[in-house]
């Protein structure tokens, strides 16, 4: 069975955004009030360099899984192929002499054996999801807590329930039929597996195009606050404090608030109490 940590990977997703916007921001305010003392380089340096170094690897894992994942659904289709030929045999069984059924027999138990070798060779780099000697596949798919767990999931013939046959064993159509459901039961499990292997191929490519766009916005960051870009953020900055300011200010004294073509001018005007005394 396929889990995705769809709470972790969202949560994941946002936090990437979050701290790109953070790492820019923080920035721009230190180069523009000073309040934290680091060199340029530094503060050029730092923000991004972790992410420009772990993202290209989180890919590299997701691109791995994806090829395990695609090369099981590949040895699934060749699985519930055999298993549909096996069922055609079992089928012709059902009206054919003795003489003619050991000989379907052995077609029959080659068949569920061939899809042994179909779930054992579907390995990647030492990962296998439906062999004999399978194991779960776990993938950090970003680099803020998105994970995508697979379970491992036995799928030759045996392993999802059909029996080899003996002329014993198909002695009467009932028997008979009664493989040819384990077949068919087989066949089903084969589709499930496919299904929950399509899903988690489907999170691990929406994984990889959120480290693609996060890997643009660090990239991004850097670039806009390198030469001319920083001056211009800088005063951006410093327009944006030098506004909040003088709104605060007018707030306070009940002064209107500048104009946004510049201050509006203040009238000197006497103070009421006095207003007369001048008059006369």
Sequence with gaps: MSTVDQIAAANGVTNILNRQQAKQAALVKELATGEKQSSIAQALATPFETDELTIPVVQK??????????TSNQALSSVAASLEQAEAVASQALSAPSSVKSALVLQFNGLLDQTK?????????????????????????????????????????????????????????????????????????????????????????????????????????????????????????????AQAELAAFALGTGTAAPHEHGLRTLEARQPHALKGLFDK
């Design 61 to 70: 894992n997701i691109a791995l899984a994806g090829n395990v994942l695609s």
């Design 117 to 241: 070798s179909f779930v054992n060779n579907a390995t990647v780099n030492g990962a296998n999801l439906i062999g004999a000697k399978s194991a779960p596949l776990f993938v950090n798919t970003t680099t803020e807590g998105g994970k995508l767990t697979v379970a491992n999931e036995q799928a030759d013939a045996n392993a999802l329930g059909v029996q080899n046959a003996t002329l014993t064993s198909w002695g009467s159509d009932a028997q008979i039929n009664a493989a040819i459901n384990q077949i068919r039961n087989a066949l089903n499990q084969v589709t499930s597996i496919q299904s929950k292997f399509a899903a988690a191929q489907s999170a691990l490519t929406a994984a990889s195009q959120v480290n693609e766009s996060a890997a643009l916005a660090a990239s991004s960051s850097a670039a806009a606050l390198v030469g001319a870009d920083v001056g211009a953020l800088v005063l951006e900055s410093k327009k944006t404090l």
